[in-house]
């Protein structure tokens, strides 16, 4: 049964911390994909990475950082956690390859800043 | 703006109606897929049309593909409690992006 684990379903930090979200994935997927979802705007992308140490930015990086050390593990950095980083925050992984490939989510993460 | 619009929102009918959802681009995608989130879950696959023109059906679901491939449309037939959740389209270009969503809710 294929996986996509996020370490946390829910957490909350103050404002100012430093949060790391971890994901790990089963599959032996090239690519790995940070997302948050909001209400109303579906999925955004903040990052992701087609490689061990290969990272690009998506739509909305500003805030984040991200890390991947080993194929399987992909983290999202909030350097420092603020109010307007309180979101629903999805993993995925596919193969590499564009059209027919299927992305694959973790539970997610609801991340609350105070 | 987003690169996928999806109309409606928001959709809350009775059990055994019919609905559509509309996932619309300016831009011509190889393939689109539509996934469907429950609450507190993350989105699952629910199929991928490829063709201009294609037409694929899920059990009470048609999903089709518009001849341009900028567009597609998800159909439910007499839905069920069962159907409620988040409808997201998405498009790949070795990323995805995936249109704002249409929540539905089917009430018995």
């Known amino acids: 049964d294929v996986k996509v684990t996020q370490s946390s379903r829910y957490l909350v930090k103050r404002t100012g911390e430093k949060v790391f979200l971890e994901c790990v994935q089963d599959?032996?997927?090239?690519?790995m994909f940070w997302y948050r979802q909001d209400p109303g705007l579906g999925l955004r992308l903040i990052y992701f990475s087609y490689d061990v140490k290969m990272k690009e930015k998506g739509d909305i990086p500003e805030g984040y950082s991200v890390s991947r050390e080993k194929k399987e593990r992909f983290s999202l950095i909030l350097e420092s956690a603020s109010t307007n980083q309180t979101s629903m925050y999805l993993c995925?992984?596919?193969?590499?390859?564009?059209?027919?490939?299927?992305?694959?989510f973790g539970q997610g993460t609801r991340l609350t800043v105070v | 703006t987003q690169l996928l619009e999806q109309s409606p929102q928001f959709l809350s009918i009775q059990e055994g109606e019919n609905l559509t959802v509309y996932c619309n681009s300016s831009s011509v995608f190889s393939s689109l897929q539509w996934y469907r989130q429950e609450p507190g879950e993350g989105p699952v696959l629910l199929v991928t049309?490829?063709?201009?023109?294609e037409v694929k059906k899920l059990k009470r679901l048609t999903f089709q593909f518009g001849d341009a491939r900028k567009d597609s449309s998800l159909h439910i037939t007499a839905a069920q409690p069962g159907d409620t959740g988040l409808y997201l389209c998405a498009g790949n270009f070795n990323k995805f992006y995936f249109g704002s969503g249409t929540k539905l809710n089917v009430k018995p």
């Open positions: 599959m032996d997927h090239e690519n």
């Open positions: 995925a992984s596919s193969v590499s390859g564009q059209g027919n490939t299927e992305a694959f």
């Open positions: 049309v490829v063709t201009g023109g």
